[in-house]
């Protein structure tokens, strides 16, 4: 991004993009147990796909509000 472009969408979409990243590296390692349902649930996919599909998004949305709320500098 060009410099000073600090407003809160730049925010937002760091956040998305760090969070989405995390997210399916979690979704990934939670091939077996309960959170691998939860996040095969998030998105109606199950197996690898559904759990990386799963991950992003969580991550994603929770990458969002950490970027909104000034978590993410």
Known sequence: MRAGADGPARKLAEGAVHG???G???GGLAQIGPQGLLLGSLTGW???LGLLA???LLGAATGMWAGWHG???
């Open 54 to 56: 799963g991950g992003a």
């Open 46 to 48: 199950w197996g690898p």
């Open 71 to 73: 978590r993410i500098d």
């Open 24 to 26: 399916a590296l979690v």
């Open 20 to 22: 989405a990243a995390a």
